[in-house]
């Protein structure tokens, strides 16, 4: 190489040299080294290109010489360039060196995308506060001033394309900076809060009047009988007082905590965003500040953000400000999002700006109290009932006072030595002793007959249902939505996700008239097959993630979008990264249950033609194409008898249960600015591309579901958007049809022709449709509100947004918590967590297992208390004692609102309640047939006491104290046994499935262990004496009675 060519070079590598001076930074991360690459590449080619600029005479010369010339040219070239990097090399240190030095401003712009994980503040350049109010104030000029949304995005080291890294330093550090996506929440309410709540909620009942006379007696009986022995009786009433409100502040206690659990559950949000270039799904609670997140129809907005990109994209703001406006977003004019609002139709991507509290919803949710609490009907009913008993008790306890007071004031009354209890020189201090008896014996009576602990009990069945609905996948926004599915006559339920898998597969392709099964890229045309990847890869909301290309691409978005991609991508050969960058999409047209079509008007780099493509249901897009497309690349005119024979091939893969998607497209003539192109999609003269069909295979066992909610009388309607066709067949299939069934009968309609019908022909004709295809959201709310004005029971089953209406017209709502919109499931009362019919029965079972176990618990309540009630009465009016204690009753208040409860209210759902039909919610709260068990079991008890009370010293040779010990210890063994025959309220066999009820049989047996500690060993504070073990076994058997007693009485029939 000559000197002149060296010295050119050296002079260069100065240049460059002194450059990088210029351009230097603290580390090299990635992108600065491919910068430090591309610095090279720039001077490198300059030293190279310099060379003939000077030689600008030689280079003409060079043109006209010889091939061997040539090499010779291309020679020193070569040597040039080793020349150029071999001084380059020499001085690599003096380079490095340099380039940890600060780079200079002009080129912080070059690295504001760098994803330098490792410096200590990677967001200084941007302040919290300001990205805070950018959203909340809708600030166009601050937005400006950060150079739009992507120098938002630059700013806060997001790559638009790739999103944020998503590794933990960086999600951290995005955590530490900005916050989490969660607000403040009202701090969990402690088990002392209960215990205050407890003692707050007698200041209205009797046992405030309990706690007055207590202290009044206790006072009388300490100056009778000493500090030593005068505080048991009195003592042990407020012990047991502060035990039963403790008992009930540990049950409302885990009454909190559940509900709490549920309702995080309930709010956790799956989201889907791109995170180091891979699309994924995480929770709500996971944003960070600086994600992309990927929103579409009927998707809640997670948090504050700036529309990125995307298409029709409106939203509803409803949550915000009450009213169900729509509101464009558009790039330029209006790219803010607020948390809280639901997507109405489009479809985007989001940048993250602020989250949690920072964001308008977090800021005001952070400030609503959360004390309300709601109230189901079947609580208010019960509430009602206790008001009733309540009532009548206060009646029959001032009647018990009256009485007392006048016989004791008549002088009818005797003191234990046998001296009239009242006469004109009786001491002040006997007639305030006398006066606590009497109001003693008033209060019994109302103490035990109250109900106090059946909203309790109602409370602990419900979260006790709740928490095993949620086991079974069913998760209960709603209280009262269980219990109203108990009640239920109706289901209307939509196909995909619910009876099918909603697991999408391509399993037929025609193009023109045939069928393609293998080798596409050999049968069709080139052009045929390019214009099919167009029409897949622009016009679709899924997207393809590819981490290198040995690896097995991952798809995301609907089940529809991903069965189409997956065989457009691994049948068709398809790469969807290149037809985009090959294509620039114009304007789209989202899907939308009303359209049941979507489009894209795109057109190719570098031509000046666009195109639009179209994708939708077949008969839609049929009515639409003028031609079609053969194999060979042919168009071909669609006339009458073309166009019945697509029909029929659509028709055959109904038949089969395929959904048929058909594909069409239509060139449009060249224009010279593509800008001025207009952004309407031409709808008619189109080209019919292919038909595609998809298998949704039915779920397992659905047909044997369907068959369980006819046989528990719940009537299964199927409302979908498929063809009349494809409807038939998955109905059929899933047993909603029978196959061999006259189907003319009106059991199957379309929308249209439902919509047409008059208001009577609905209402005449709405229990005899089973099927109804090709429905609108308007028709789906219209056949919720004929049955209901039928007086039917209706539960809608639901996963768009266009499901809204009918979700929250229906008595219930269900919600599918996989492919369940977020706006359909905050209008549901109840979110079916794995999207499978069989879930619903399980709800469905639930339901009247949580009616059956109220009624099982009312009864045995009601027993309880008729029973002590008279006793207590009857003894009061007839003698000067009571056989029934304050502490006693108190231990029987336990057993009856604690312990029972739990016992009854943790009874599993069993098939026989699918054999009877809904609940009805109008029909008396107790049925006949329990009002039979409750007064066969009653009469009992009462006889039995009633004889003990008066004649049980003479029948067992005892004296009076031990004779009360033994009523007392009867009458809570009676209760016991009858805990079994509440087990079963018609059924004669009242130890069937007990093995299954672990609950049942260890409270049982705790209560015969706490009654034996009671009697044999605290007989000071219950003021008993002890028995002996004929005593015990002669309890015994009077209790055990009860049982061939309840098993006689269940052979009365009675009809409700």
């Given at each position: 190489m000559?000197?002149?060519?060296a010295s050119?070079?050296?002079t260069?590598?100065?240049?460059?040299t002194?450059?990088?001076?210029?351009?230097?930074?603290?580390?090299l991360?990635k992108?600065?080294q491919r910068?430090?690459?591309?610095?090279?590449a720039?001077?490198f080619?300059r030293?190279l290109?310099?060379l003939?600029?000077?030689?600008?005479?030689?280079?003409?010369t060079h043109?006209s010489?010889s091939?061997q010339q040539?090499w010779r040219?291309?020679?020193k070239?070569?040597?040039s360039?080793?020349?150029?990097?071999s001084l380059?090399?020499?001085r690599?240190?003096?380079i490095?060196?340099?380039l940890?030095?600060?780079?200079?401003?002009?080129?912080t712009a070059l690295d504001i995308?760098?994803h330098?994980y490792?410096d200590?503040?990677?967001?200084s350049?941007?302040?919290?506060?300001?990205l805070v109010a950018l959203?909340k104030e809708?600030?166009?000029?601050?937005?400006?001033q950060?150079?739009g949304?992507?120098?938002?995005a630059a700013a806060?080291?997001v790559d638009?394309?790739d999103?944020?890294?998503?590794s933990?330093?960086?999600?951290?550090r995005?955590?530490n900076e900005?916050?989490?996506?969660d607000?403040q929440k009202?701090p969990?309410k402690?088990f002392?809060?209960f215990?205050l709540?407890?003692?707050?909620n007698?200041?209205?009942?009797?046992?405030l009047i309990l706690?007055?006379?207590?202290a009044?007696?206790l006072?009388l009986?300490?100056?009778?009988?000493?500090l030593?022995?005068g505080?048991?009786d009195?003592g042990?009433i407020?012990?047991?007082v502060?035990?039963?409100i403790?008992?009930?502040?540990?049950?409302?206690?885990?009454?909190s905590?559940?509900?709490?659990k549920?309702?995080?559950k309930?709010n956790?949000?799956?989201?889907?965003?791109i995170?180091?270039?891979?699309r994924?799904?995480i929770?709500i609670f996971?944003?960070?500040?600086?994600e992309?997140?990927?929103?579409k129809i009927?998707d809640?907005?997670?948090?504050?953000g700036?529309?990125?990109?995307?298409h029709?994209?409106?939203?509803?703001?409803?949550?915000?400000?009450?009213?169900n406006?729509?509101?464009?977003i558009?790039?330029?004019d209006?790219?803010?999002m607020?948390s809280g609002a639901?997507v109405?139709d489009?479809y985007c991507?989001?940048?993250?700006?602020?989250v949690?509290i920072n964001?308008?919803?977090?800021?005001?949710?952070?400030?609503?109290?959360?004390?309300t609490e709601e109230?189901?009907?079947?609580q208010?009913?019960?509430h009602?009932?206790t008001?009733?008993i309540?009532n009548?008790t206060l009646?029959?306890?001032?009647?018990v006072?009256v009485?007392?007071?006048?016989?004791?004031f008549?002088?009818?009354?005797q003191?234990?030595?046998g001296?009239?209890?009242?006469?004109?020189r009786?001491?002040?201090?006997?007639?305030m002793?006398a006066?606590?008896?009497i109001?003693s014996?008033?209060d019994t009576?109302?103490?035990?007959?109250?109900p106090?602990?059946l909203t309790l009990?109602?409370?602990l069945?419900l979260?006790y249902?709740?928490?095993?609905?949620?086991a079974?996948?069913?998760?209960?926004r709603?209280l009262?939505?269980?219990e109203?599915?108990?009640s239920?006559?109706t289901i209307?339920t939509?196909?995909?996700?619910?009876l099918t898998?909603?697991?999408?597969?391509?399993?037929?392709?025609?193009v023109g008239e045939?069928a393609?099964?293998?080798?596409?890229?050999e049968?069709?045309?080139p052009n045929?097959l390019?214009?099919l990847q167009?029409g897949?890869?622009?016009?679709?909301?899924?997207?393809?993630?590819?981490?290198?290309?040995?690896a097995v691409p991952?798809?995301?978005?609907?089940p529809?979008e991903?069965?189409i991609?997956s065989w457009?991508v691994?049948?068709?050969?398809?790469d969807?990264e290149e037809v985009?960058?090959?294509?620039?999409?114009?304007h789209?047209?989202a899907?939308?249950s009303?359209k049941?079509r979507?489009?894209?008007l795109?057109t190719k780099k570098?031509?000046?033609?666009i195109c639009?493509?179209?994708?939708g249901?077949?008969?839609?897009?049929?009515?639409?194409?003028?031609?079609y497309?053969?194999?060979?690349?042919t168009?071909?005119?669609?006339n009458e008898?073309?166009r019945?024979k697509?029909?029929?091939?659509?028709?055959?893969m109904?038949a089969?249960?395929?959904?048929c998607?058909?594909?069409?497209?239509?060139p449009?003539?060249?224009v010279?600015?593509?800008g001025?192109?207009?952004?309407k999609l031409?709808?008619d003269?189109?080209?019919?591309?292919?038909?595609?069909g998809?298998k949704?295979?039915?779920?397992?066992?659905?047909r044997?579901a369907v068959e369980?909610?006819?046989?528990a009388g719940?009537?299964?309607?199927?409302i979908t958007g498929?063809?009349v066709f494809?409807?038939?067949a998955?109905?059929?299939?899933c047993?909603?049809?029978?196959?061999?069934?006259?189907?003319?009968?009106?059991a199957?309609v379309?929308g249209?022709?439902?919509?047409?019908?008059?208001?009577?022909?609905?209402?005449e004709?709405v229990?005899?449709?089973r099927?109804m295809?090709?429905?609108?959201p308007r028709?789906?709310?219209?056949?919720v509100?004929?049955?209901k004005?039928?007086?039917q029971?209706v539960?809608?089953?639901?996963?768009?947004t266009n499901d809204?209406?009918?979700?929250k017209?229906?008595?219930?709502g269900?919600?599918m918590?996989?492919?369940?919109?977020e706006v359909?499931?905050e209008?549901?009362?109840?979110?079916?967590l794995d999207?499978?019919?069989?879930s619903?029965v399980?709800?469905?079972?639930?339901?009247r297992?949580?009616?059956?176990n109220i009624r099982?618990?009312?009864?045995?309540?009601?027993?309880?208390?008729?029973?002590?009630l008279?006793?207590?009465f009857?003894?009061?009016?007839s003698?000067d004692?009571v056989?029934?204690?304050?502490?006693?009753l108190l231990?029987?208040?336990?057993?009856?609102?604690?312990?029972?409860?739990?016992?009854?209210?943790?009874e599993h759902?069993?098939e026989?309640?699918?054999?009877?039909p809904?609940v009805?919610?109008?029909e008396?709260f107790?049925?006949?047939?329990?009002w039979?068990n409750?007064?066969?079991?009653?009469l009992y008890?009462?006889t039995?006491?009633?004889?003990?009370?008066f004649?049980?010293?003479a029948?067992f040779?005892?004296?009076?104290?031990?004779?009360?010990?033994?009523?007392f210890?009867?009458?809570?063994l009676?209760q016991?046994?009858?805990e079994?025959?509440?087990?079963k309220?018609e059924?004669?066999n009242?130890?069937e499935g007990?093995?299954?009820n672990q609950m049942f049989?260890g409270?049982?047996?705790?209560?015969?262990?706490?009654?034996?500690l009671?009697?044999e060993?605290?007989k000071?504070y219950a003021?008993k004496?002890?028995?002996?073990?004929?005593?015990?076994?002669?309890?015994?058997?009077i209790a055990?009675?009860s049982?061939?007693?309840g098993?006689v009485?269940?052979?009365v029939?009675?009809?409700?």
């Open positions: 000559s000197s002149a060519s050119v070079s050296a260069q590598f100065d240049f460059a002194n450059l990088f001076l210029e351009a230097t930074t603290l580390t991360t992108p600065q910068w430090r690459l591309v610095f090279k720039i001077y080619t030293a290109v310099s003939p600029i000077k030689r600008n005479n030689q280079i003409l043109l010489y091939p040539r040219l291309g020679f070239a070569i040597c360039t080793q020349a150029f990097l380059l090399s020499e690599k240190n003096q490095l060196t340099h940890s030095v600060s780079r200079s401003i002009s080129y995308n760098d330098d490792t200590s503040t990677p967001f350049i941007i302040d919290p506060k300001s959203v809708r600030n166009l000029e601050l937005l400006d950060f150079g949304v992507h120098g938002v806060l080291n638009c394309e999103g944020i890294h998503g933990t330093e960086d999600v951290t995005r955590f900005f916050g989490s996506n607000y009202p969990a402690g002392f809060h215990v709540e407890g003692f707050k007698f200041k209205n009942t009797i046992i706690l007055i006379r207590v009044l007696s006072g009986s300490i100056k009778e009988d000493g030593k022995h505080w048991y009195n042990s407020s012990l047991a502060f035990l039963y403790f008992v009930s502040a540990i049950s409302n206690f885990k009454k905590r559940q509900f709490e549920l309702s995080r309930s956790d949000i799956r989201v889907d965003v995170r180091d270039g891979r994924q799904q929770s996971d944003i960070v500040v600086g992309i997140v990927f929103l009927g809640q907005i997670p948090a504050d700036l529309f990125l990109d995307g029709s994209l409106k939203m509803y703001k409803s949550s915000m400000t009450g009213e406006d729509h509101v464009d558009i790039n330029d209006n790219p803010f607020i639901k109405a489009g991507r989001m940048l993250v700006t602020s949690g964001t308008i919803w977090g800021e005001m949710m952070n400030s609503i109290s959360r004390e109230q189901t009907p079947l208010a009913r019960l009602k009932l008001k009733y309540e009548a009646i029959v306890a001032f009647i006072l009485v007392k007071l006048v016989r004791y008549s002088g009818d009354t003191d234990e030595k001296n009239r209890g009242f006469c004109g009786t001491k002040f201090y006997d007639v002793n006066m606590v008896g109001v014996a008033a009576i109302v103490m035990v007959a109250i106090e602990g009990a109602f409370t069945t979260v249902s709740m928490n095993r609905m949620m079974e996948h069913a998760l209960l709603k009262s939505a269980c109203t599915m108990g239920v006559t209307c939509d196909k995909t996700g619910t898998l909603n697991q999408m597969k391509v399993t037929e392709f025609w045939e393609v099964t293998d080798g596409a890229f049968v069709i045309e045929v390019q214009l167009e897949v890869s622009l016009n679709t909301t899924g997207s393809v993630y590819k981490p290198n290309s040995g991952e798809f995301s978005g609907s529809t991903k069965a991609l457009a691994l049948d068709l050969g398809m969807v985009k960058q090959s294509c620039t999409v114009l789209v047209e899907f939308n009303e049941k979507s489009g894209v795109m570098g031509k000046k033609g639009v493509h179209w994708k249901a077949p008969e839609i897009i049929l009515a639409l194409c003028s031609s497309l053969g194999k060979t690349g168009a071909k005119p669609m008898g073309e019945m697509f029909e029929k091939i659509v028709e055959g109904a089969k249960s395929l959904r998607i058909a594909f069409a497209y239509k449009i003539i060249e010279e600015e593509i001025n192109a207009t952004h031409e709808e003269g189109l080209f019919l591309l292919c038909l595609v998809l949704d295979p039915c779920r397992p066992k659905v044997e369980v909610c006819r046989k719940v009537k299964i309607k199927m498929e063809n494809t409807a038939k998955i109905a059929i299939e047993g909603i049809l029978g196959a061999d069934e006259d189907l003319n009968n009106g199957v379309e249209v022709e439902f919509r047409n019908y008059s208001t009577e022909e609905r209402k004709k229990d005899t449709i099927v295809a090709r429905s609108s028709d789906k709310l219209q056949m509100q004929c049955l004005q039928r007086g029971i539960a809608v089953i639901g996963i768009g809204t209406p009918a979700l017209e229906a008595d219930i269900l919600s918590g996989i492919q369940g919109t359909a499931k209008s549901s009362d109840i979110v079916i999207n499978n019919f069989n619903v399980t709800v469905l079972k639930w339901g297992c949580l009616h059956s099982k618990l009312i009864q045995f309540q009601l027993t309880v208390n008729a029973v002590a008279v006793i207590n009857v003894s009061a009016v003698s004692q056989p029934l204690t304050a502490v006693q231990w029987v208040n336990l057993i009856r609102d604690t312990l029972g409860t739990l016992a009854l209210a943790t759902p069993t026989e309640l699918l054999e009877m809904p009805g919610q109008t008396p107790i049925t006949k047939v329990m039979r409750i007064i066969a079991q009653a008890q009462v039995i006491l009633l004889i003990l009370q004649n049980g010293e029948i040779g005892v004296e009076k104290k031990i004779k009360d010990t033994f009523i210890n009867t009458f809570v009676c016991v046994y009858n079994f025959n509440a087990r309220l059924k004669k009242i130890f007990i093995q299954k049989v409270i049982v047996g705790m209560t015969l262990i706490l009654q034996v009671m009697v060993f605290m000071k003021n004496e002890r028995l002996n073990w004929g005593q015990w076994g002669a309890s015994i058997g055990a009675l049982w061939p007693i098993w009485f269940k052979w029939s009675v009809s409700d």
